[in-house]
């Protein structure tokens, strides 16, 4: 038996035993479909509520806005609201992330064609189906989960400039990210470590950086973002202070030959500018290797004042962060 739903249409239930909504708006028939009526009565709130907001903000206003493809509003959204607020490694993995892989199966939908089972699709799509899955077009669960996030902030600025009701990404669930075993160095370990990067120090200064990564637990970007002017040296009381983070990224936009450049920028979150004292230990190798690059810097005939980056090469450019190895 048919049930009215205070003059916004009725709810009934089919001889196969689904449940249908039905109302008229406008002049125009709506249906709708779902397996129990508490479904359908979502769907129909749901259906109604966006009606109002088309309503509100003007029928065709909002048509034309929502038939811009998605590829489209994509790109826009990345070089209006993006690029000018992120850092330059952010802006190069969503670039990576629209040109690789969504643009090419999402880019032609238009912005009123997107549905959360769409979305849902093009995740499963995207998804490893293990470790050793290598098929192209599959990403690990991390970048999914990125990928995800990103999407989700576009799509939120398109619900606020009017080319789509809701936030479609609320709906879609990605697999739970394994956490992975992390095993620390022992003390034999460290010590050995230890032992070998002040003997590789002799010929190749850089690998006090590997010492300055145990004693501090700095990230890698951090370290090669490292200058001097961010070390207190005051023997009573020296400290290091992190501000920066160098990245190597996606080269978008940048007049050079190279695929990939590096950039100086903010650390990885706010929270990750601190101040580390030195301990007395780390302040031996710290003034050791100091001095080491008095010296080189003599003998290229530079100046002998440090105040660049604490590790570069040939005194040019920071340190790759590629070479950061050492054998023990």
Same mark, same amino acid.
């Not at 590829?71 to 670039?95: M, N």
């Given at each position: 038996?048919?049930?009215r739903?205070?003059?916004?249409? #009725?709810?009934? !239930?089919? /001889?196969?035993?689904?449940?249908?909504?039905?109302?008229?708006?406008?002049?125009?028939?709506? %249906?709708?479909?779902?397996?129990? !009526?508490?479904?359908?009565k979502?769907?129909?709130?749901?259906?109604?509520?966006?009606?109002? !907001?088309? %309503?509100?903000?003007g029928?065709?206003?909002?048509?034309?806005?929502?038939?811009?493809?998605? +590829?489209?509003?994509?790109?826009?959204?990345?070089?209006? &609201?993006?690029?000018? @607020?992120?850092r330059?490694?952010?802006?190069?993995? &969503?670039?990576?992330?629209?040109?690789?892989?969504?643009?090419?199966? =999402? +880019?032609?939908?238009?912005?009123c064609?997107?549905? /959360?089972d769409?979305?849902?699709?093009?995740?499963?799509?995207?998804?490893?189906? @293990?470790?050793?899955?290598?098929?192209?077009?599959?990403?690990?669960?991390?970048?999914? &989960?990125?990928?995800?996030?990103?999407?989700?902030?576009?799509?939120?600025?398109?619900?606020?400039?009017?080319?789509?009701?809701?936030d479609?990404?609320?709906?879609?669930?990605?697999?739970?990210?394994?956490?992975p075993?992390?095993?620390?160095?022992?003390?034999?370990e460290? $010590?050995?470590?230890?032992? %070998? %990067?002040?003997?590789? !120090?002799k010929?190749?200064?850089?690998?006090?950086?590997?010492?300055?990564t145990?004693? #501090? +637990?700095?990230r890698k970007?951090?370290?090669?973002?490292?200058?001097?002017?961010d070390?207190?040296?005051?023997?009573? $009381?020296?400290?290091?202070?992190?501000?920066?983070? =160098?990245?190597?990224?996606?080269?978008?936009?940048?007049?050079?030959?190279?695929?990939?450049?590096?950039?100086?920028?903010?650390?990885? #979150?706010?929270? @990750?500018?601190?101040?580390?004292?030195?301990?007395? /230990?780390?302040? $031996?190798?710290?003034?050791?290797?100091?001095?080491?690059?008095?010296? =080189?810097? #003599?003998?290229?005939? =530079?100046?002998?004042?440090?105040?660049?980056?604490?590790?570069?090469?040939?005194y040019?450019?920071?340190?790759?962060? +590629?070479?950061f190895?050492?054998?023990?």
């Amino acid at each position: 038996m048919a049930r009215r739903l205070n003059g916004e249409g #009725t709810i009934t !239930q089919r /001889t196969n035993g689904c449940w249908c909504a039905r109302f008229t708006s406008d002049g125009k028939r709506y %249906a709708i479909y779902g397996k129990t !009526q508490k479904e359908v009565k979502e769907k129909l709130k749901q259906k109604l509520k966006e009606i109002e !907001q088309i %309503a509100n903000m003007g029928y065709s206003g909002y048509m034309e806005k929502s038939k811009i493809p998605f +590829g489209v509003w994509l790109d826009i959204w990345l070089e209006e &609201y993006i690029k000018p @607020s992120v850092r330059p490694s952010t802006y190069a993995g &969503y670039e990576v992330f629209i040109r690789i892989h969504i643009k090419p199966i =999402l +880019g032609n939908c238009k912005m009123c064609e997107l549905t /959360t089972d769409i979305l849902q699709n093009f995740f499963k799509s995207k998804v490893r189906k @293990s470790k050793d899955d290598k098929t192209e077009g599959r990403v690990s669960e991390k970048t999914l &989960y990125n990928m995800r996030n990103m999407m989700h902030y576009a799509l939120e600025s398109a619900k606020l400039n009017g080319m789509i009701l809701s936030d479609l990404m609320d709906g879609v669930k990605l697999p739970t990210v394994p956490i992975p075993d992390v095993r620390a160095l022992s003390m034999d370990e460290q $010590n050995r470590l230890i032992k %070998a %990067a002040r003997e590789a !120090q002799k010929e190749w200064p850089a690998a006090f950086s590997i010492i300055l990564t145990l004693f #501090t +637990g700095m990230r890698k970007g951090e370290v090669l973002g490292l200058k001097w002017e961010d070390i207190d040296l005051n023997p009573k $009381n020296p400290v290091i202070h992190v501000r920066h983070s =160098l990245t190597r990224h996606k080269n978008v936009g940048e007049a050079s030959e190279n695929s990939t450049v590096l950039s100086l920028g903010e650390t990885k #979150t706010a929270g @990750s500018k601190r101040s580390i004292p030195i301990i007395a /230990t780390l302040y $031996n190798d710290l003034m050791t290797y100091r001095n080491q690059q008095v010296v =080189l810097k #003599t003998e290229h005939g =530079l100046s002998h004042t440090l105040n660049d980056f604490v590790f570069k090469v040939l005194y040019l450019k920071p340190m790759n962060r +590629g070479g950061f190895t050492i054998n023990i």
